[in-house]
Each structure stands twice: as structure tokens, then as C-alpha cells.
């Protein structure tokens, strides 16, 4: 049973343009969604992450926003560059918990010149 | 570099075999978690551990244990290993038990033949 789920599989954007890749979770005990990157060959690395208590947070090119009442988050990347090119994974945590992440699983980016 | 080593990168073994799968954490960091990657079941989340005891157990199959040392580095133990087993398996650690950040390893390939 998928906790989180994730769409789309896999995003294709050119250069300069917004890539949106979107989450959804049925658990109301999530209190924590962050967003991993990764690489090929390479461990998912931490790149954003929003508490349920704010709507949206940015990091330069990188914005969450969060819909509590639809249980629902999205990252969208802003001017996407060709180093961009990863997996994105949406994950969500119960930190009163087990602190374990929930994956979702993974948009494949594609940022063509 | 995230700091958290794993060993080895690549493992292939055949069917019926046991192995282990090492990980030592970022320095200082208490909480030590295992997740397995693969095509079908995505990011997984198999076991934590909290200072040198268990704290949260996923999908961990019976054939699998874990254990963390005085010395805070990890052990998958993987035995009677099936083809399903093949995947990438990731060590991440954290600084305390409920901390926001986990940071992963590179990874171990294990390849079950």
C-alpha cells in the first residue's frame, strides 16, 4: 500500500522552463514532507521540505506547496536547467513516530537544452 | 558527499547465500536507517536503529536483521537470499531520533544470481 503517491513517473521540460511534479498522502499523522534528489549512482539527497503548518516555502529555484485540506504537495522548479536532470521523490514523515520516510515513487527529469 | 560511507558499493552473490551489508553514519549521528531500493517496490524503508537499539521496524523480511554497534556503525544481514532481493540498499543516519534531515549513503548494489 503506497502511503504516498507521486506523479508524474517521468517529466520531460526544456531549459528555462517550470517543472512541476505533484504528491498526495492519506495519513493525517504526517507532520513532515520533505523532497529528495537523486542522482544516478547516487544516494537521494535532502532538497526541500515543508511543514503542514505553511501553504508554500521557497529555496531558490525550488518551491513547495502544501494544500493540508486536500492532502496534497507539489514541487515546482523554476527555470529548469539541464543539471536538474535527476529522480525527484516526495516523502512524508511521522516524527511523533517511527520517523521513518514514507517514499513516493520517483518523477525521472529531463531538462533538454 | 553526505558523510554516511557504505560497503561495499557492489555485491553479487547466488541464491541461498547470506551477506553484509555495512554502514557507518555522519559523525556524531545516533539514529541509523536501512531502505532498499528496487524497480518494483520503490524506496523502502526496512529498520532503524537509535543508539545501538531498534526503534522502528517496515517491510523487513524475516530472512533480514540489522544491528548497531558501540561504535554507532551499522549491519544489514541479508540471508537465504532470493533473486527478488537484488536492489540498492541505503544506509541513512540522523542526528537524534526524530531529527528533520536523514542523510544517505551511496549505497550497495547486491545482485542475487
Known amino acids: 500500500q503506497q502511503q504516498v503517491k507521486q506523479s508524474p513517473q517521468s517529466l520531460i521540460v526544456q531549459k528555462g522552463g517550470i517543472s512541476i511534479i505533484n504528491c498526495a498522502y492519506e495519513n493525517t499523522a504526517f507532520d513532515y514532507f520533505p523532497w529528495y534528489q537523486q542522482f544516478p549512482g547516487k544516494g537521494p539527497a535532502l532538497l526541500i521540505a515543508?511543514?503542514?503548518?505553511?501553504s508554500e516555502k521557497k529555496e531558490g529555484r525550488f518551491t513547495i506547496s502544501f494544500n493540508k485540506s486536500a492532502k496534497q504537495f507539489s514541487l515546482h522548479i523554476m527555470d529548469s536547467q539541464p543539471g536538474d536532470s535527476a529522480t525527484y521523490f516526495c516523502a512524508a514523515v511521522d516524527q511523533t513516530g517511527a520517523n521513518n520516510l514514507f517514499f513516493g515513487t520517483g518523477t525521472r527529469l529531463t531538462v533538454i537544452p | 558527499d553526505s558523510g554516511v560511507t557504505q560497503t561495499p558499493k557492489h555485491l553479487i552473490t547466488a541464491t541461498g547465500q547470506r551477506v553484509t551489508l555495512r554502514c557507518s553514519p555522519r559523525s556524531g549521528d545516533l539514529s541509523v536507517y536501512w531502505y532498499q531500493q528496487s524497480l518494483d517496490q520503490g524506496l523502502q524503508f526496512l529498520i532503524q536503529?537509535?543508539?545501538?537499539?531498534?526503534?522502528a521496524k517496515g517491510n523487513i523480511l524475516e530472512r533480514f536483521s540489522a544491528q548497531q554497534f558501540p561504535d554507532l556503525h551499522s549491519e544489514l544481514n541479508l540471508s537465504s537470499l532470493e533473486l527478488g532481493d537484488s536492489a540498492l540498499y541505503f544506509c541513512?543516519?540522523?542526528?537524534?531520533?526524530?531529527?528533520?534531515?536523514?542523510?544517505f549513503g551511496p549505497g550497495t548494489r547486491l545482485t542475487v544470481l
Open positions: 536503529y537509535y543508539n545501538g537499539e531498534e526503534r
Open positions: 515543508i511543514r503542514p503548518d505553511v
Open positions: 541513512a543516519s540522523s542526528l537524534e531520533l526524530s531529527s528533520d534531515t536523514q542523510y
